[in-house]
């Protein structure tokens, strides 16, 4: 994606930090974005849902930022109850691009740990979802918060 647009994936914030959270349907890209929500606020750190579902990116000097997509704004899914309203930002500098995967390589190659989205090179981790999920991708946020490059 080298211009603006609509994608499917989750956005939260942390601290100042976006997560751009990708994956199939059904991948958990919600729940690891309300994990991370909460995670935020057990470390006593601001974070609150961007978008959920479809994103709209965009670059802006040299940043790639995430905006919820009209009317979705404050939606998020919650499995087994459907779609509930919460509080939630309107843009976020993303960070950290978090892949959710069905299968891993062990070891990622280096290419694999960066995408670039609407011309903008972002750091980015590839998990499987679970109970670790929130954990592993806090640690990562915290590690690249001030390295994005611009292609």
Request: with cysteine.
């Amino acid at each position: 994606m080298n211009a603006s647009g609509t994608i499917h994936a989750c956005c939260v914030v942390v601290g100042e930090a976006g997560l751009l959270i990708r994956g199939a349907s059904g991948s958990g890209k919600s729940t690891l974005a309300r994990e991370m929500v909460v995670r935020a606020a057990q470390a006593g750190r601001f974070g609150r849902l961007v978008s959920d579902d479809r994103t709209q990116l965009e670059p802006r000097h040299g940043r790639l930022l995430a905006r919820p997509v009209e009317p979705l704004g404050g939606c998020i899914e919650i499995c087994g109850l459907g779609i509930v309203r919460q509080p939630f930002e309107t843009a976020a500098v993303v960070r950290l691009v978090i892949d959710l995967c069905e299968s891993l390589a062990r070891y990622p190659e280096e290419q694999d740990k960066h995408v670039a989205l609407c011309g903008v090179m972002v750091p980015r981790v590839r998990m499987q979802a679970g109970a670790i999920s929130a954990d592993i991708a806090m640690v990562c946020l915290s590690c690249v918060c001030n390295t994005v490059v611009t292609l």
